[in-house]
């Protein structure tokens, strides 16, 4: 008999060995911040039950935090080349998620704006992670669920720090 595997679970490669590993003092704590929160929002997604990629849906929602934006910045901001994004930016706007519109400071420009549908998607994809993930921290205790609120104030402060909102 097939399950459907938990994917909050631990797949085997990270094992209570592999988490020792990655906690040891000879990887720098800002390794360890990197390579958690990735696999933390690689799980997130993948038991979202979105059907898009996950640069499609972070695109989306850096659009949503930034107004319409130009691919070449979207390219910069998700480290990918503008080729690749133009082509996430092609697949969202056959999904109807974004549109394009003339620059109004360049005419020989795009900007990318999301749609009503777009946003529908990402409130969507968040109601999902929620779904998903309030029950797991509900079931912490009060101090380890408020730590993890002082570490997110802390990610965020440091991800202003790093981008120059601050």
């Known amino acids: 008999m097939y399950s459907t595997p938990d994917p909050l679970a631990d797949p085997p490669e990270h094992s209570a060995t592999a988490k020792a590993q990655a906690s040891t003092p000879q990887q720098p704590l800002a390794n360890q911040i990197l390579a958690s929160a990735s696999r933390f929002a690689r799980v997130v997604t993948q038991a979202s039950d979105i059907p898009i ?23 910069a901001y998700e480290s990918i080349s503008q080729p690749a994004m133009t082509s996430a930016v092609n697949r969202l706007e056959e999904d109807g998620l974004v549109v394009r ?19 529908q998607l990402l409130d969507e994809y968040r109601q999902q992670v929620a779904t998903v993930l309030q029950p797991k921290l509900e079931a912490l205790s009060v101090e380890e669920y408020s730590a993890i609120e002082r570490a997110v104030d802390l990610l965020n402060s440091l991800t202003d720090d790093l981008t120059g909102n601050a």
């Open 53 to 75: 990629s996950a640069v499609s849906m972070r695109a989306l929602g850096y659009i949503e935090r930034h107004g319409p934006q130009r691919i070449s910045r979207m390219a």
């Open 101 to 119: 519109h003339e620059d109004p400071a360049d005419a020989r420009a795009q900007l990318v704006v999301l749609t009503e549908t777009g946003r």
